[in-house]
């Protein structure tokens, strides 16, 4: 089993900056893909960036060149760090690690609890 835990989330105005950590633990493996998701009410649950096990990121248009997610794999912890936010970004932001027992075996994907955002003045 995984489990990851998130923290930094709040309150934040808008412009503002706001850093979120996310520590896992458990059987982890070296190759994963770790990331960060949101779920704003009403709406789906959508990707906001992620990031291999060697560096490769991935981000929506809706926070490219404004959010940037980094690892250190030596800790197994994944950073979100989200400038110049916005109303639109209040949501629930949740932790994803994803990875495979075997080559050829379904991704199996473990979930934070997740961390409140919200960007308000």
């Known amino acids: 089993q995984v489990q990851l835990v998130e923290s930094g989330g709040g309150l934040v105005q808008p412009g503002g900056s706001l850093r979120l950590s996310c520590a896992a633990s458990?059987?982890?493996?070296?190759?994963?893909?770790m990331g960060w998701y949101r779920q704003a009410p009403g709406k789906q649950r959508e990707l906001v960036a992620e990031?291999?096990?060697?560096?490769?990121?991935n981000y929506p248009n809706a926070v490219k060149g404004r959010f940037t997610i980094s690892r250190d794999n030596a800790k197994n912890t994944v950073y979100l760090q989200m400038n110049s936010l916005n109303p639109e970004d209040t949501a629930v932001y949740y932790c994803?690690?994803?990875?495979?027992?075997?080559?050829?075996?379904?991704?199996?994907?473990?979930w934070g609890q997740g961390t409140q955002v919200t960007v308000s003045s």
């Open positions: 994803n690690l994803g990875q495979r027992v075997a080559l050829m075996t379904p991704t199996i994907h473990y």
């Open positions: 458990g059987r982890i493996f070296s190759i994963n893909t």
């Open positions: 990031i291999t096990s060697v560096g490769s990121t």
